[in-house]
């Protein structure tokens, strides 16, 4: 269990909302700041529906109302970063705005309170130019829902110190979300790489006619995907190696994973690609609309959750 | 469930057992066949421990050795294949090798019973040549370990019918599988070439020094491999459109998308990139041994399978 904190929560959508609920749970104050009309009601209502899940794993305890008490609701940016110990910042991904926001909350934040920048496309080092203390902005990036999934990526920019990134890493840490260290920062950082470099494969599949938009989809839901739940893909190839595993897979099957990747395809999103892919996305859908998959998925990601995936 | 069947299992390695327990818990008679040396003991060997994750997931009922008492075993492919309704062929991925035993096959197999072939790296019109009945022939290539994954690539040559491709797919889906139908075929079908693009990224990052390799497999066991074993990534992205779906994906991160796509590294496995990588899942794996390791993977993937995963 983490010290009681104050945390400010800058830029309060559906990121901060999310991060809102997992603060509350974990006894911290939280300190929200949002500039949009009607901000701070859609949050209450998203920290309540974020909050039940966070019953059902178990990682809340208690009401929403009784943790909805400790929320507090500032206009101001400044005003939420005062006295606060952590921000975790989340507003909307544009550079001007986002070193905006960096000033106004520097100018009442306590110079040893670290601030954790949700951005998934800017640089830190971008992000520190025109600080007052840049040694303690560090990226700590979360995938959606950020409440749920235990993934958040933790990138230093070139005056970041090391002592921030530590902070950083024992932060959510303590928080149960399991972060890891990108040593260098790098467009996309490490997961939406990963994801990039996967989806313009199947794009290109797709494209190609070699197989629909849902049967690739498939290949993910009813293969790959279940074993990447439990093993990351270096992991899966050293097992793949049989008893010798990674160095008897790369001596085995290396020319072999070479020829693919030199096979692989080019995919762009031009208008013939984007049209194939939205149509596929609907014989794929059914007509079921984005409310009632993204309530099934969050409902089918909380009973995923609630397994033990520990190999 | 479906008609009790005659199937010929050729080439009883880890695959071979995997299919053959499988079968057997659908209820069908199994007639395997394999060369090497105590191939028959380590088959029902292997049996034995697939029929307990079988039974674990309910897909087999009763006892291991009734169903045993179904499986015959013939030292000659022709013998195993004599009356049998389909052939799942499973040998050493050597295009000469899959064909001499083809030729063999066909010489007592009832010219409409269907051949599947469990190749991942054969193109099935290259196996065609040279057959008797060509248009029977479809590879149905799944993913390890077979009995518990439900992915099964279902994939004709220029010579297959489409009554065969669509007899494959009912076949696997009768066995509760979740065919993808391969409409062109290609090196690596679906899956691989999925796999191997992410795993191309993977191994430039951790060549780079990005990540470690253990804290870029955790990406995806914390982060997206999670989503994955829920949704493709074409859904995914359909609902990271919000209201809009995969149209205003395209529209508002369409452009992120290929810039980053642009951004992805080439990697090759020259030796100091073996090394890294090796190393790496050395640390990772923190001394634990390959079948410890196996062990324990399996036994969370039976967790997980117990989960429904419908969204």
New interface residues.
């Given amino acids: 269990m983490q010290q009681p904190m104050r945390i400010a929560v800058i830029g309060a959508g559906t990121i901060g909302a999310s991060w809102t609920a997992l603060f509350l749970a974990a006894g911290h104050e939280v300190a929200a700041s949002d500039t949009a009309t009607g901000a701070e009601a859609r949050l209450r209502e998203q920290v309540r529906a974020n909050w039940d899940d966070l019953v059902a794993l178990e990682i809340a305890q208690g009401s929403a109302d009784n943790a909805l008490a400790r929320l507090s609701f500032h206009e101001d940016a400044a005003e939420a970063a005062r006295a606060a110990d952590i921000v975790q910042e989340n507003t909307p991904e544009r550079i001007d705005l986002k070193r905006d926001i960096l000033a106004r909350i520097e100018s009442t934040l306590p110079p040893e309170a670290l601030i954790l920048s949700s951005t998934s496309?800017i640089m830190p080092s971008d992000l520190q130019r025109g600080m007052t203390h840049p040694e303690r902005l560090v990226i700590g990036h979360p995938?959606?829902p950020p409440h749920l999934?235990?993934?958040v990526?933790v990138v230093g920019g070139s005056r970041t110190s090391s002592a921030a990134i530590e902070a950083a890493m024992r932060f959510y840490t303590g928080l149960g979300k399991?972060p890891?260290?990108?040593?260098?920062e790098?467009?996309?950082h490490?997961?939406?790489?990963?994801?990039?470099?996967?989806?313009?494969?199947?794009v290109y599949?797709?494209a190609?006619?070699?197989?629909?938009?849902g049967?690739?989809?498939?290949?993910?839901?009813?293969?790959?995907?279940?074993?990447?739940?439990?093993?990351?893909?270096?992991?899966t190839?050293?097992?793949?190696?049989?008893?010798g595993?990674?160095?008897a897979f790369?001596e085995n099957l290396?020319p072999?994973?070479?020829?693919?990747?030199e096979?692989?395809g080019e995919?762009?999103?031009d208008q013939p690609t984007?049209r194939a892919?939205?149509e596929?996305?609907e014989d794929?859908?059914e007509g079921r609309c984005?409310?009632d998959?993204?309530r099934?998925?969050n409902a089918?990601?909380l009973?995923?959750?609630?397994?033990?995936?520990?190999?």
Wanted: charged share 20%; proline share 2%; net charge neutral.
């Fill in positions: 496309g995938f959606n999934i235990p993934l990526e399991q890891i260290r990108v040593d260098r790098i467009t996309g490490v997961a939406n790489r990963l994801q990039a470099a996967l989806w313009r494969e199947a599949l797709a190609e006619g070699v197989a629909s938009v049967d690739i989809d498939r290949a993910m839901t009813a293969g790959i995907g279940i074993r990447w739940a439990l093993m990351g893909p270096h992991l190839f050293h097992l793949g190696g049989g008893a595993g990674m160095a790369m290396g072999a994973v070479e020829s693919w990747w096979d692989l995919a762009s999103l984007r892919i939205i596929g996305v794929e859908t984005i409310d998959l993204t099934a998925r089918a990601l009973r995923l959750l609630a397994v033990d995936r520990t190999v």
